[in-house]
């Protein structure tokens, strides 16, 4: 165990519309396979000198080789809106699509570069036999669920099977922020705000829904990342479910929600699930509520995350990893656990 050790749980491809397309079947030559994230996305606004790049295996590992990153998790970037996808064979033609195009341009290259799938929630029996293949056929360590975008909350029955297969696999399950549609956020004509309010937004309504609906409780197997929203809304939401719920209760003859009993804090629970390592959070460095996360929560839930080669460049992502190694508030254990342990952990690979 060292701080040299750094294993990169949240880089991206951007899709090239010229490969990716010859990987659906109905070949939409002309049009993106992905609605859009938003509705500013990428119009007026600007980003780091160096990013957004159209990167490939080749230029990963240059990139890799010079942070000093061992391996990356590759998620995507126009796919983050795959939950917008309002036609459900469209949605399980290009999640397939995608799934096929990222192992052959991506992960078949180099064993340092290893794919999170996409699935069709709007299928939910379709999207179980896709993270059946994904896992057992491509040899991806799971997939990703979209933060925003789907009909229902990621905490609802309807995907309760996709949970169980995920569950048999013992497989990981990233929900990632990027999709900001119908968050309130519509009418904002600056993008800054949301982006910075969007990730966090979608990450934290994912999570409500799945901690009241005791997913995490039904599907012990399953680790879950929270990805791309940073760490700080993690404390937030603890510290406001545990005040809600001391003045508050939900009529729940079913069972479908969780009772958290008289006297234990929906904060304590979790907790006990985040040492039980089925929470984990990305971080991606230079992250002022990052001691005390660790403090409230811990440390084995904090994933380091570059986002290449979104917003960043290479001494960006330099700089937030000395940022993470110097950090006089984290223990070298801390530390450790943030820049490789937990991601580890997360992805299935200790």
Known sequence: MSLDRIIDGDGHVIENPTTLNKFMPFNPAHRPAFPPL???HSLGSQSTPGSFQQVGPGEWVEFMDDIGIEKAYLYPTAGLACGQITNPDWAVATTRGYNNWLTEMYTSKTPRLKGMGLLALQEPQAAV????????????????????????????????????????????????????MRMGLDTMNAFVPIHALGHPFGLIISFAGMVFNGVFDRFPNVRFGYLEGGVGWLPFVMERFDRSSETFFDYNPSGQLVDFGEHKKVSDYIRAHIDAGRIFLGCEGGEATLPNVVKVAGSRSVVYSSDFPHEVNNDYCKEEIGEIREHNDLSQADKEAILHGNAERFYGTS
Do not use: F, Q, T
């Open 38 to 40: 938003d509705h500013l």
């Open 129 to 180: 036999e896709e993270l059946r293949r994904c896992v057992g056929e491509l040899g991806m360590p799971g997939v990703m669920l979209p933060s925003n975008g789907l009909p229902l909350h990621l905490g609802s029955k309807e995907y309760w099977p996709v949970y169980e297969e995920a569950n048999r696999l013992g497989c990981a399950v990233a929900i990632h922020g990027g999709c900001h």
